[in-house]
């Protein structure tokens, strides 16, 4: 299966504290997006990064991308109850406009 | 701004019947969408590439005959999932790229199966 790891699987911390959630892949890629996906509903797109990028910021999101280790990074900084969702990556492989998914990271952010 | 809508959002049905689930994209023309299931506590694996005039793309494992896919205009995909069991009970997102070979996608908000 090409579907990207994340971990951890499940996270749970304190309001205000960061959270950071990791993701590797299998092939090169165009880019690397960030999904939220609340109980039973549908994904909402948090951050791109293209393949020629490191690092970028979005409000409180910090995403990293490392090519070579087939890896990417994202820190929620100052968790909010709110924040409380499951994160996915998502890859599109070189060459193709396919979607690949990671595992997922359930967050759970506690008042 | 871009949006993707699916019809319905919830369907329940009873095991052997047929459901179609529709796929569209509001004020700009897809000519491919893509059908993804998510099953509970798990991520979302594509299960076919939809491309408008001409027959769908199946990912490795998927029934064709199961999970019929028409992409009749440049707006609308639809699935359907014919004899639906049990076991076929998910949640089913569409998704289309606002740009012809574009990486960058916009994604339905889910339709809810429930078969009976």
């Known amino acids: 299966s090409q579907q990207g790891e994340e971990d951890p699987q499940a996270l749970s911390i304190q309001e205000g504290e960061n959270a950071t959630m990791n993701c590797s892949y299998k092939t090169s890629i165009n880019n690397l997006q960030w999904y939220r996906q609340n109980s039973g509903r549908g994904l909402v797109h948090l951050i791109l990064i293209r393949s020629n990028e490191r690092e970028k910021h979005s409000g409180r999101l910090r995403v990293t991308l490392d090519t070579s280790k087939k890896s990417s990074s994202l820190l929620i900084t100052a968790s909010r109850a709110a924040d409380t969702a499951s994160y996915f990556c998502a890859t599109v492989p070189t060459g193709t406009y396919k979607y690949i998914f990671g595992t997922g990271t359930r967050l759970k952010v506690l008042a | 701004g871009a949006v993707v809508s699916q019809h319905p959002s919830r369907v329940i049905c009873k095991s052997g019947t047929s459901v179609k689930i529709e796929c569209r994209s509001l004020?700009?023309?897809?000519?491919?969408m893509f059908w993804y299931r998510q099953f509970p506590k798990q991520s979302l694996m594509l299960m076919a590439t939809s491309n408008e005039g001409s027959k769908a793309t199946y990912e490795q494992g998927v029934e064709k005959d199961k999970f019929l896919i028409n992409h009749a205009s440049l707006t609308l995909s639809t699935l359907t999932v014919t004899s639906a069991h049990p076991e076929d009970s998910s949640f089913y997102i569409c998704s289309a790229p606002l740009m012809r070979g574009g990486s960058e996608q916009y994604f339905g908000p889910g339709t809810r199966l429930t078969v009976t």
């Open positions: 004020d700009f023309q897809a000519t491919t």
